[in-house]
């Protein structure tokens, strides 16, 4: 039907006569002329329709945009003054001898390059949303990496297979989407979370390397930048040491950066501990494109009169740090209380501060409500160990750890960009040695800070029973300019062990048999030393991208209230489907149709 | 942990020191030395541990089938006569240095080279049942099988995009599973069928090809050989003409079969009209391995005494039919009494026959009940017709076009493996030309043979209104070996071609927009000319593999009851998870936990 993309024409076509199909981008009439920018997925070109071809004349007339033409010309130059050397066509323009229409377009709701548009009507009306040049170019960036990355997984002998997607429901970590089973009265399939269990299975069956681009569900409210169903990259691997797996896997990033966009990460990734980052950065997934680490003072505060500090200091749990801002004393006193309030979001009580006027005038160069309140030499080691400068302000945190990782945490973010500290480079790291259990305060029982099959590291087996807080395990994060993109671990392999994460989980051998059995049973029938990793594909299409939200690199989302605008899902089902399911709605307001 | 695979050794490691890590196939004591064939997924090595060196002895005594083993030793030839050349370790063996047991197993409920298991034990124990070689080899060629198709659609512009499984409930065709929105009282999301209207937007969006290896859903009573969820090689492009894209498909099916198992497809497939594959093989998709065809007699027996094929053949829709079966006249009263009951099963009253003992006697050298009701002109024209020969036999349909299709059709398959007819070579085809609608008898409506939105042919639009029974379609099917493997068509790409079709089908405007409506409002905003096809991943592996059923080709199939017997799922729910989803069971003796 055509001999070229739109946008693939330039000056090596000249004199040539081309056959397009396309989109009519925008009309222009000049001079007694028509232009049409009619455009394809490879870009757009200049179509000329001169008065001189009657016919022609009179069907370009009739065009408005985003009409579907079918056009045959002869490529020329553009006319000195009209070149656009920013385009792939810049150079030329096609002159038309013939054209079809072949299909006429409605006035669309929005045009193609409109910016800015409300998220409700481009998801409306998605299927024009999609046409737009950036949507285009961020979903065949999507194609692009998942191409990238089976090519790698492949080289490598990963095997791609398919793990159910109607499976079983296990009510642990979030809540699962059902699917009520009609065969089978009053039993429900449940969508993965992941498919954990069945790649786990397939190292058992001795597949040795298994990999999968596959949908994910978690039926959780959606936070900004959440779905119903994402995708994962999916890995799993045996035979080989915690430090082989993240080897391979960065490997793939690093592969896929270059590919995909152009970009060499570093090589090797650097490692934090768990413990580290909490320590230095408040959070387990540290964006070290900002340069602001914290400084420990818990020791310090011990016996300062200061009663907010020292109450914490010699506390369990307690922490008192800094935060010291790079001339930082340029803020105002609104900026100061603009962060109070920030911070208090994340639960501190307050933001006690040191503005750094000079470090030659001692306690005079110095300007704080706090100053009295603490010793001059405790005040000395302060300025010494987060190591301010003249014009530095240097923040506080004082309250139960978690609470200054949080708070402190996400000032360190947030001060980053406010203050355009974020460097350009791309800075990616791992996260290892992570606790195997955090305490759940609610439930009063530990949790499995990963998922209950993460084994733990060498020589903690024994702490699952006597300290399961201190027991460290073999999990690992890969994150990325402050973004988890990835994260795995090395499993149990053993079933004596598995057993002994359940007691530390307060699992019953009952429970766990009714939910893992069938994990726990291919345990006992050999299987390999093995660990995985998955990634999250849309978040990292979306940082390539550039976009803040996921739902610019998937084609069809949903919606926060998990909707979708332009088919009208979820949407009322006839009362005879839900009599097959053998369920009925609650609400006797039935929307049933 | 290792160095190389187990099943990857031959005499080119020659006095090196390996590391092998894999599952014990087999443990054979023999003179006092033990032998052990080591598995992993590339194959099998023998180790030999000798009793000299006593403490790798003493592990190797304890050793039973499946458990998992590191060992390290040096590769030597094996002893003269124990050289087994059929497969790829088999010049040599690893005399063991050390062994280290990484896990004990179980002794498994079956051996890794059992055959004839029952289907349920190996799905209960699918963890083992995928470690025997004829899995493992299955799901290997099937990641294979994907990486060609990948490849090959990569290569020609295609770009993979996901479509969603949480959509939109379209109760057309076959039952849709559903999924209880928690967000959305009383609504539901469905799982796709197929991406049919996800991929024709992406075309509106004007992404020109797309392809997408996808998980699809129907809820129907399983057949031998059908799944709840199964896999579609799903494919759309614009601005193509039908046989432009017939001519792309094959081109990747060549590919594929020549790239995953070694076998060259004809070039080009040849094509039947659906009209011609009724007429001569009573089937839309024909076996064209067996040399068997129909032929005609209707005309024939316009006046014959013979009234059950006079009646036929003289009513509107009936249709009279020979099928010669060479060499028929061997079979035997039994043989042709065990055929009549089968063709019975496809609604035939009967199965006249006539036997050629010799074409040289005239009517004596025929036999067969009906001869006397049958002019002689009429027995020549027929033996003439079919091209009998002296051995022959001459099997009669007669009854309505449907059931002589369905029975004759059927008869001829089956006849042609029991007599051993069935070619080895592949004999793929493509049917075309088949009609828009058939009418159905039960809901007194005419109903779309493909899918609603399959393009009319060229000039057939207006007996949409007319005589919607004559109106052709431009959809096509891949067939292959009788089996039909892809099936796809041009769509409508005009919204009043598209409403036409919907009138033909005594759907209204109402129902229209209810269902369809974001594709009906696409297709009025620039919808380029489009079609595609989609292909049954699972079927047509499974044919490549050479078994019988695509649950072989599945990692983690379901029963016919649409069970998992591995995880027990669908499974009982708990009520809380129930009320989240604001319904209930309907039976109250509630299987909810």
């Known amino acids: 039907m055509r001999t070229n993309y739109c946008g693939a024409i330039n000056t090596h076509y000249l004199n040539q006569t081309v056959i397009l199909c396309g989109w009519v981008h925008r009309r ?3 001079g007694g002329v028509i232009f049409i920018d009619l455009r394809d997925r490879e870009g757009i070109v200049q179509i000329v329709c001169d008065p001189e071809n009657a016919a022609t004349f009179h069907v370009a007339e009739k065009i408005r945009n985003e009409y579907v033409l079918k056009i045959t010309g002869v490529v020329r130059h553009r006319p000195e003054g009209t070149v656009n050397l920013t385009i792939h066509t810049g150079e030329i323009e096609v002159l038309v001898n013939s054209i079809e229409i072949l299909n006429p377009s409605l006035t669309p709701p929005f045009q193609m390059d409109e910016e800015n548009l409300s998220e409700a009507i481009r998801l409306e ?38 793990t159910p997607i109607l499976t079983k429901s296990t009510p642990e970590g979030a809540r699962d989407y059902l699917v009520p089973s009609r065969v089978n009265d009053g039993h429900f399939f449940a969508l993965p979370q992941s498919p954990q269990l069945f790649k786990q299975l397939l190292m058992v069956s001795g597949f040795d390397r298994y990999y999968q681009i596959t949908r994910c569900f978690r039926d959780e409210d959606l936070r900004a930048d959440r779905q119903p169903e994402f995708t994962q990259i999916d890995i799993e691997t045996s035979f080989l040491s915690e430090n082989e797996i993240m080897a391979l896997m960065e490997e793939m990033i690093r592969n896929l950066f270059r590919d995909a966009i152009g970009i060499d990460l570093p090589a090797p990734f650097p490692r934090l501990s768990h413990e580290e980052a909490m320590f230095k950065y408040g959070s387990d997934k540290p964006d070290l494109r ?20 020292r109450d914490v200091a010699q506390k369990q749990g307690g922490r008192v740090a800094a935060l010291c801002v790079p001339k930082g004393g340029e803020l105002s006193r609104k900026e100061i209380d603009d962060y109070t309030h ?32 603490l010793p001059e030499n405790v005040i000395k080691a302060i300025i010494e160990r987060t190591g301010a400068q003249a014009g530095d302000l240097i923040f506080f945190g004082a309250d139960k750890a978690k609470v200054v990782n949080d708070a402190l945490g996400a000032l360190r973010v947030k ?7 974020v460097s350009s480079e791309w800075k990616p790291l791992w996260v290892v040695d992570f606790p195997m259990f955090e305490w759940d305060d609610e439930d009063n029982r530990w949790k499995a800070l ?37 994260g795995g671990s090395v499993r149990i392999h053993r079933q004596e062990v598995q057993t002994k994460v359940f007691q530390a989980l307060n699992i019953s051998d009952e429970e766990a048999n009714e939910k893992f059995g069938f994990l726990l ?3 006992q029938y050999g299987a390999p030393p093995h660990g995985g990793i998955a990634f999250g594909l849309d978040r990292i299409v979306a940082m390539m991208s550039g976009t803040d939200s996921i739902r610019d690199v998937i084609a069809f989302p949903k919606t926060q209230r998990a909707q979708c ?24 307001g039935a929307i049933a149709t």
Chains 1, 2 share one sequence.
Do not use: C, W
């Not at 737009?132 to 065949?140: D, E, G, I, S």
């Not at 900002?290 to 500090?309: G, K, S």
């Open 521 to 523: 049973n291919a345990l």
């Open 565 to 588: 605008l332009l088919t009208q899902a979820p949407s009322a089902v006839e009362e005879k489907q839900l009599r097959e399911l053998h369920i009925r709605l609650r609400n006797s």
């Open 28 to 30: 222009r009439d000049h």
């Open 290 to 309: 900002i340069p602001l680490a914290f400084t420990e003072l818990t020791d310090l505060m011990q016996d300062v009169p200061f009663q907010v500090f």
């Open 125 to 162: 009306h998605r299927y024009l949303d999609l046409r737009r040049p950036a949507m285009q170019k961020n979903l065949r960036l999507r194609h692009k990496v998942t191409m990238a990355v089976r090519s790698y997984l492949d080289q490598q002998g990963f095997i791609d297979v398919e």
């Open 450 to 486: 990963h998922h209950p099959f993460t084994s733990p590291a060498e020589g903690h087996e024994d702490l699952l029973a006597t300290d399961p807080g201190k027991a460290l395990s073999k999990a690992y994060d890969m994150v990325l300019n402050g973004v988890e993109i990835g």
């Open 342 to 373: 920030f911070v208090a979001i994340y639960g501190a009580k307050g933001l006690a501060y040191i503005k750094i006027n000079s470090l030659e005038k001692g306690m005079e160069g110095l300007q704080s409500p706090i100053l009295k309140f």
């Open 415 to 421: 001060i980053g960009h406010d203050r355009k500290l």
